[in-house]
């Protein structure tokens, strides 16, 4: 396209370029990355949003035919000439190379004489319909810059549907229908490029502009209008761009709409010229393309200048530390801030958006002074503080790490906001406490920081189920543990833990109980039971 200025690029050493003019003389052209500027500080850079050229996309696609073996010459076949369908003498043989038409001549240079082309084989199967998908893949998200045009060397097909993959031929969408009558077809009302308006401009339309008329030698046609588009926010004849740039910013489904991984064309049923299908000469339809264009770019956000194709692959060169085949991420360590495409905001140098160190995060790094370092995590898209100080945690080391709880009284931005559950390891099932401090205890600990043992338990690294125990020396005065569940008490002394000297006098402050009618077995188990509540719930 002439609309691009091209700059004087002087390569000083490898992968350094210095744009010796960078000032476009009109707006929007977005074809330099960086540039270098003296400023008070020295020799820096200045970084400004870019884009590869746009050029013939032809040359970087794969062709693929549904169904495989449709194209024409295999077995050998005789078909009509395309100038004079009753001169049915022209041969199709793929094994010999003047008579064959493989795929790959729809993308050859033109401006031979006669034309080459790829053909179908005929409509042998009428009325079985004659279809064909003819895919073009790039494996690279690629954006539209002019109009997308088919030359049929036969008539121009009575119905076909134009299609679109933004997602590498997972899934498809139309782009436009075409057809010599669009109700019947399609159950479409016809429309024309020229009705659309800003506000419609999203529509998916089907037209009969692209397949009236049965004339060989003029209309061989079809266009996806592309330009007309444009047109809509740049003006006639393109004359204001950057309206048009500025729309694409703002809007990313005019952006999708223009951007594309794969096309199809869906050849639904060939020229017949006629009302009627003469079934006698079959050998009059078939359909036959010359010349398929695609005129765009690769889509690199803004961050690449250049696109370059290698193993038979596309992809961009990546500036502004951004990586990917599209540009579409941070490097590894530049990731101190969310990746973002470029903008061709403000016009006309945009902005770059470059990605940042990991260490030096001016913005979104917010973490409470706990720490001064966040990192980029690609698959979130988001900023994450990273060894977050003071028993902190969290994006924004907002949260306590385990084995602390928020002092509910202090400022998140306060150094001690986080307080140690300081749980007893013997008494807690964990070092986790709730945020109030309460830790988890095991059967038989209790407490807030688990302890303390309940009744019937006894602390031994933790709380054992027993009254007594012998190592403990639990039992007093000399009384001895009985399977941990009792002291056996020497004659003068009684009680749980045999710590109560027996009554020598009426008078003495003794334990009432003791020295009295001796009690029936499960009575007595009963008192000892309840004493023992009685005793550690006092401890
Ligand atoms: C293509 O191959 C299929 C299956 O192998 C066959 O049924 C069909 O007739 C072939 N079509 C042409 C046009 O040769
Ligand atoms: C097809 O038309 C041509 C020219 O009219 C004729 O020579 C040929 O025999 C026809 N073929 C058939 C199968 O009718
Ligand atoms: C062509 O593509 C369409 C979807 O895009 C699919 O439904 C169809 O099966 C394909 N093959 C043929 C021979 O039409
Ligand atoms: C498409 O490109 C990816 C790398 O980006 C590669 O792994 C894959 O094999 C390519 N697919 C085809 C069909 O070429
Ligand atoms: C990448 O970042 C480094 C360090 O800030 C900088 O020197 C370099 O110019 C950047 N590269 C690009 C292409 O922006
Ligand atoms: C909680 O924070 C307040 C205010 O900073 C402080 O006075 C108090 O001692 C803290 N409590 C604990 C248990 O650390
Ligand atoms: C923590 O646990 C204690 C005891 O179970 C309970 O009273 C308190 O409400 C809990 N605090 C929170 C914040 O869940």
Sequence with gaps: ???????????????????????????????????????????????????????????????????????????????????????????????????????????????????????????????????????????????????????????????????????????????????????????????????????????????????RGYVWKYDKTVRFEIKDRFALFAGPRLHNMASLYGQLDTTKNLRDFFTITDLRIRLLRPATGATMVDESNLSRYFYAISDIKVHGRCKCNLHANSCVFEKEKLSCECEHNTTGPDCGRCKRNYQGRAWSAGSYLPIPKGTANICVPNNISPVNCECLGHSNRCSYIDLLNTVICVSCKHNTRGQHCHLCKLGYYRNASAELEDENVCIDCNCNPFGSESDHCNGTGFCKCKAGATGVKCHECLPGYLWDNGCKSRVCDNELLRCQNGGVCVNNVRCQCPPAFSGLLCEKPRCESEAGGCDPDSGQTPLSHSAFLLLLTSACVLLLTRL
């Design 1 to 211: 396209m002439s609309m691009w200025l091209v700059l004087t690029v002087q390569v000083i050493w490898p992968g350094l370029c210095l744009a010796m003019q960078h000032y476009p003389t009109t707006w929007g052209h977005y074809d330099i990355c960086k540039s270098q500027v003296y400023t008070d500080e020295g020799l820096t850079w200045d970084y400004m949003a870019c884009q590869p050229e746009a050029t013939d996309m032809t040359k970087y696609l794969k062709v693929t035919l549904d169904p495989p073996n449709i194209t024409c010459g295999d077995p050998p076949e005789t078909y009509c000439a395309l100038e004079n369908p009753y001169m049915c003498n022209n041969e199709c043989d793929a094994a010999t190379e003047e008579l064959a038409h493989p795929p790959e001549l729809m993308f050859d240079f033109e401006g031979r004489n006669p034309t080459t082309f790829w053909q179908s084989s005929s409509w042998r199967k009428y009325p079985k319909p004659l279809v064909v998908n003819i895919t073009l893949s790039w494996n690279k998200t690629i954006e539209l810059t002019d109009d997308i045009v088919i030359t049929f060397e036969s008539g121009r097909p009575e119905q076909m549907v134009l299609e679109k993959s933004l997602d590498y031929g997972r899934t498809w969408q139309p782009y436009q229908f075409y057809a010599t009558d669009c109700l019947d077809a399609f159950t479409m009302e016809p429309k024309t490029v020229q009705e659309l308006s800003q506000f419609t401009l999203l529509d998916i339309i089907c037209t009969e502009e692209y397949s």
